[in-house]
């Protein structure tokens, strides 16, 4: 990769500059010179890719989530609102991170679809609940981190990163990806945009 390029030629230029010191017997001014600056140089390359080593560090590693895809739709639904649900979670799932999407509204699960988890059932923990009353949505950047993960057992058991927003007063959306830290400002206000046209829906038909 590029950004090893630097730190590369700087050691190999400095493990050459010493070898051809350790074989020449008889070492003359011009060339000390020479030797002199080729190890600044090098030192100079070596710095520079250990900068770029902080400055550019390697993105997290992508897992594959554990479970089977599919797509579940609350059948009693209108049809309006199962529309404007298959519509919502195929850009989520097709422009953002997300590998799952998962919501529950009105105290029943209306929508799985991506990678599956275990559960079929969106059972509300500490954290959706605390969404739900406070209506700001959490975003868990590496779920292993949280004793509340074990609410998300409808999740894959290995998904990464998680946001829970709020779809009202009586529902969360819940999106799983399979990279922890992976959600930029822009998914999240995208994620928001999306959940606020959705509450709005299904208010309505209430």
Known sequence: MIRYLPLVVGTLGGLALLINRMVTLNLTASQARADALGILLSAVLILIGLLWQQVQPKPPDAVTLVGEEGFEIEAALPEAVKTELAWASHILLTNTVTKVVAI??????????GILGKSKQVNLGTIAERVMKTQKPVYLVKLELYPGRVEFDYLPENTQGVIV???GEKGVMVLGANIPRSYTKQDENWVTAIADKLAYNLEQQQ
């Not at 529950?104 to 679809?113: A, G, K, V």
């Open 104 to 113: 529950y509204y009105d105290r029943q699960t209306i929508l799985r679809r």
């Open 165 to 167: 927003q709020p779809l």
